[in-house]
């Protein structure tokens, strides 16, 4: 019965409180969804909904003529006398009247080409027009899934929180917001959220913004994942075939052309559908474009549709966007997904130039009680009408909402999963409280995630404890947890504790503390995982990880200083112990032997790569990120980095107290990050690090520079710009200066897709170059050239590199096989 009144109300206030409202229709009575409803020469303006439906607010009564567009049909005025509110306007608009006998067609020549390289020429002109302006921003997002099952590949789903049925269809995410902007070509952006509203979530704040709604066609590529290109970009007629289809007069007399585009190679990242060019300015009037999800690389995308509409004021002469939507399919495991995102820009307002400090790093800001907005605020300012689907949307789920968020259902679906039985001592328990947002676990004593296999401890099990407390409404959190580590070889149980405190959710301030016992890589960075080094070592007798143990204790602190600029400290005493091998277990019978787990001689036991010592180290690091913008919200602060600078980053690292003075030492490092987009020519990525030790000569191995190598020829990391492909594990560690470089490459399909047969597959031209420089050693180079995105159907997760690696002359060469998810 509350479901019913509410739903009621929500239906009585959408009538009484809109001040024009209407339907659009066809002259068969059918509803024309997303047409574009104007006040005649200004920029307030709406769209209808998938029913034909639209709201306009006005603030006066009076005289009112409304400009009804869509594409495909005519464009239609209606004036009429407003009176009183709420007014209701309908209207009725025919199909368009196509005809291109105007056009005048020179013996075998495509007239379209010529309207294509007009708009080619004139889109500086045309985009510096509305450069620079203010408007109102109104954005709706609905996200609906179909066929979810209760459970996928064991994992139990649901009904996700309410939002699926026992069908496994429902929606699963609906929201919108309303905002002012200012914004400048190309990309500057200044957003006030005025409202923001998530069904189903009271303290929601919508993700729908500004940012990621700049589709700007005059320039040369979109970007969907990667740079798509634009119809009348520079090079467009080297990717597209036009035909001039129609063309037809709107409302102000301007004569429009109505052009089909089509891709000439189907694997480049190209739209196919319509661009209608406006004659004389040669001015973009709408664009109905198709994005197929391969051709963006995104393969469980099916399909998009992007479409844009441009209003023209005759008072300035300007074409200007004011309605956005973009409707996707997608799908994977035979689950499907669907949604629909609508943009509506209105109330403009062109300048010629903002003040200097409009654009800053902060780009998006909530105003305050942006999320708490009443129901009426929503009836008169949303521009385009629920559809009776979102509305009834909104109520079921901010009903279920409540009734989820009490204590009472709370505490009874922890009651139901609480439960303690005798078989999760083995198998592991969980405890919780969700009305407090706590929570513990237990790993269990099987717990196969943990279980693998090095030459020190033999077979290898963990298990654990964690406690976890989350404060929603300040967003900090803490986590408390303890892990247990047996070897079954060498018969050690190695524990660790670890404390973990984030203070806020603005500048990430946060305090770390934890101890205790574990074996640990030579190499910090722990470029070789323990499941690649058990079947290395168990199918090939390749006991490539080299470990030690170590007794520690450490604290730590971090938080971002001012934006862009984050530093951490940490402070740590360790008890470094040698480990020997214990077992030469394998599963193949084979004369190889295992090397011994010292890595300077991997030919004998007798020897370890330590002594048993003790320091305290102090480590102090900085990371820079330049031009780092960033979204404030209630909440706390997004970091957004666009990666039009480098990052920077800086460690220095002392340690001392040790238990002899060889072992102390001083340590400098910087690292320079860059990523960058070449257009629709691939992405390129740079990592350089240089360092320093100081005082260094007798440090212990364990304190050595130690570079990512690679003897394994797989990679499922994804690590192709941290580390070598073909480089031996610790054959270049070094206690003294270095320089690393790693430059990669992904063409992003831009020489693949002109090459015949080879564009059938979808891959990705990958190359790059790798170089080390020691100062105990030659240079060492590899050059690299693969194939990405190699794989069947939805799934491109392969990666194949063929790699020559030079030190001081060719050393080899060798394949690398990689995997990614």
Excluded: C
Excluded at 726 to 746: A, D, I, K, M, R
């Amino acid at each position: 019965m509350k479901f019913k009144l509410l739903f009621a109300l929500a239906l009585f206030s959408s009538f009484t409180i809109a001040q024009i409202r209407g339907k659009v229709t066809d002259s068969k009575g059918n509803a024309l969804p997303y047409a574009s409803v104007t006040v005649e020469k200004t920029y307030n303006g709406t769209s209808s909904n998938e029913n034909g439906e639209y709201e306009l607010n006005v603030k006066k009564t009076g005289k009112y003529t409304l400009v009804f567009k869509i594409l495909g049909y005519k464009t239609q005025t209606v004036t009429q006398e407003i009176n009183s509110f709420p007014a209701v306007i309908n209207a009725t608009l025919s199909d368009e009247e196509y005809s291109i006998e105007e056009v005048v067609v020179k013996s075998g020549e495509n007239p379209a080409i010529g309207i294509i390289k007009n708009a080619i020429a004139n889109r500086t002109k045309n985009t510096e027009k509305t450069d620079k302006f203010e408007a109102d921003f109104y954005s709706r997002g609905i996200f609906r899934v179909k066929d979810i099952p209760k459970k996928f590949m064991g994992i139990e789903i649901g009904d996700l929180d309410g939002n699926v049925d026992s069908t496994g269809a429902g929606i699963i995410y609906q929201s919108e917001t309303v905002s002012k902007i200012k914004f400048e070509k190309p990309n500057n952006l200044k957003e006030e959220i005025i409202a923001s509203k998530i069904a189903g979530d009271d303290n929601g704040f919508s993700f729908n913004t500004a940012i990621n709604t700049n589709y700007d066609f005059y320039q040369n590529t979109i970007d969907f994942n990667i740079p798509m290109i634009s119809p009348i970009a520079s090079n467009a007629f080297t990717y597209y075939k036009y035909k001039l289809e129609d063309t037809f007069t709107d409302s102000y007399n301007n004569y429009i052309y109505k052009i089909k585009v089509t891709p000439k190679r189907d694997k480049e990242p190209v739209f196919e559908g319509y661009i209608y060019i406006v004659d004389e300015t040669y001015a973009i009037y709408a664009v109905d474009l198709d994005i197929q999800g391969y051709r963006a690389q995104q393969e469980f995308l099916e399909s998009l549709k992007l479409v844009q509409n441009f209003n023209f004021n005759p008072d300035n002469k300007m074409w200007v966007k004011s309605l956005q939507s973009f409707d996707f399919k997608a799908g994977i495991f035979m689950m499907k997904f669907n949604g629909k995102y609508t943009h509506v820009f209105s109330n403009y307002n062109f300048v010629d130039s903002f003040e200097k400090k409009t654009f800053g790093s902060e780009v998006v800001t909530f105003a305050e009680k942006s999320n708490k907005k009443e129901d009426s605020y929503w009836l008169e300012n949303r521009p385009v009408p629920l559809t009776e689907e979102e509305t009834t949307n909104y109520v079921k789920k901010d009903s279920v909402y409540k009734v989820r968020n009490s204590q009472v259902y709370m505490d009874s679906v922890d009651a139901k999963s609480n439960k303690f039985k005798l078989t999760k001592i083995i198998t592991g328990y969980s405890y919780k409280n969700s009305f407090k947002n706590k929570r513990f676990n237990y790993q269990g004593l099987f717990n196969l995630s943990s279980l693998n296999f090095n030459t020190v401890q033999g077979y290898r099990i963990g298990s654990g404890f964690s406690y976890s407390n989350f404060n929603e409404e300040k967003r900090k959190y803490t986590t408390i947890n303890s892990d247990f580590q047996y070897g079954f070889s060498d018969k050690r149980l190695r524990p660790t504790a670890a404390f973990y405190h984030k203070f806020n959710n603005t500048n990430d301030a946060f305090i770390r503390i934890a101890g205790g016992n574990k074996v640990n890589q030579f190499n910090s960075s722990e470029p070789i995982s323990g499941i690649v080094n058990s079947v290395s070592s168990l199918v090939f007798k390749n006991n490539f990880m080299k470990l030690y143990e170590k007794e520690f204790v450490e604290i730590g602190t971090g938080r971002e200083v001012v934006n862009g600029l984050f530093l951490n400290a940490n402070l740590a005493y360790e008890n470094r112990k040698p480990l020997f091998n214990t077992t030469d277990q394998s599963w193949v019978k084979t004369d190889d032997v295992y090397s011994s787990n010292n890595p300077l001689n991997p030919s004998s036991d007798e020897f370890a790569a330590i002594e048993e010592h003790h320091l305290t180290k102090f480590s102090l690091s900085s990371r820079i990120v330049f031009g780092q913008k960033y979204i404030t919200r209630p909440d706390g602060k997004m970091n957004m980095n666009e990666g039009k600078y480098p990052t920077l980053g800086f460690t220095y690292t002392k340690a001392f107290l040790a238990t002899a003075k060889g072992y102390e030492y001083d340590f400098l490092e910087a690292r320079l990050n860059y990523s960058k987009t070449l257009a629709n020519k691939g992405d390129l990525d740079l990592n350089i690090k240089a360092g320093k030790f100081f005082n260094a000569n007798n440090i212990s191995f364990a304190d050595y520079k130690h570079f990512n190598g690679n003897q394994t020829h797989v990679k499922i990391d994804g690590q192709y710009n941290s580390s070598f492909n073909l480089l031996p594990y610790y054959t270049q560690s070094t206690n003294n200066q270095y320089f690393e470089t790693h430059v990669n490459y992904n063409d992003n399909g831009y020489f693949m897709n002109k090459i015949p047969l080879l564009n059938k597959l979808g891959w990705n031209l990958v190359g790059g170059f790798h170089q080390l420089a020691t100062s105990d050693n030659k240079p060492y180079q590899e050059v690299t050239v693969g194939f990405d995105r190699i794989g069947f159907g939805k799934f491109k997760i392969f990666r194949i590199d063929y790699i020559r690696s030079y030190q001081g002359g060719f050393v080899g060469d060798g394949l690398m096989f990689g995997l990614k998810f």
